[in-house]
């Protein structure tokens, strides 16, 4: 079940950021156009946050992932407590398995969500950690990071 809901946000966040129809296989079998995939996000939002959680617990690189895919869309909404539910669930992810580049990434998201929310100490505390850790495990310019380091 957590797989499915990977695959699938994966689907349809990767709809969302084409400009037009999607030419890829995987994402014209699951979603034709755009409204298509973010009806399935906005029905599906609850499904996705629970599954994040349990993911924390049985599969922690599939909440990290989750929390990877969603970000944008969840940047976009604005829906600022799903946000923080499900990168709350992807750092304690990334803790427990000692992935350090997890962790910033959702240490970073978190910053981002704190920040739209007006609460700029604890957005910068949180971007600030995301930076060190990054530092620390030389995460690369390649690295597109955290939406809250590399906006």
């Given at each position: ?31 034709v156009n755009q ?80 920040m739209q929310q ?8 949180y971007t600030q ?23």
């Amino acid at each position: 079940m957590i797989g499915y809901y990977v695959s699938r946000a994966r689907a349809a966040t990767e709809c969302l950021a084409l400009l037009g129809e999607s030419t890829s296989q995987q994402l014209t079998n699951y979603f034709v156009n755009q409204e298509q995939a973010t009806a399935w996000l906005e029905t599906e939002l609850p499904n996705l946050v629970n599954v994040t959680e349990q993911a924390e617990v049985i599969v922690p690189e599939q909440a990290i992932e989750l929390s990877a895919t969603m970000w944008r869309y969840l940047l976009i909404r604005a829906d600022l407590d799903v946000g923080r539910r499900i990168h709350d669930a992807a750092l304690r992810a990334a803790r427990r398995l000692e992935d350090r580049s997890a962790e910033a990434r959702a240490l970073g998201e978190l910053g981002a969500v704190e920040m739209q929310q007006g609460i700029y100490e604890k957005a910068l505390a949180y971007t600030q950690e995301a930076c060190e850790i990054g530092e620390s495990v030389a995460i690369g310019p390649s690295w597109t990071g955290p939406s809250a380091i590399s906006a």
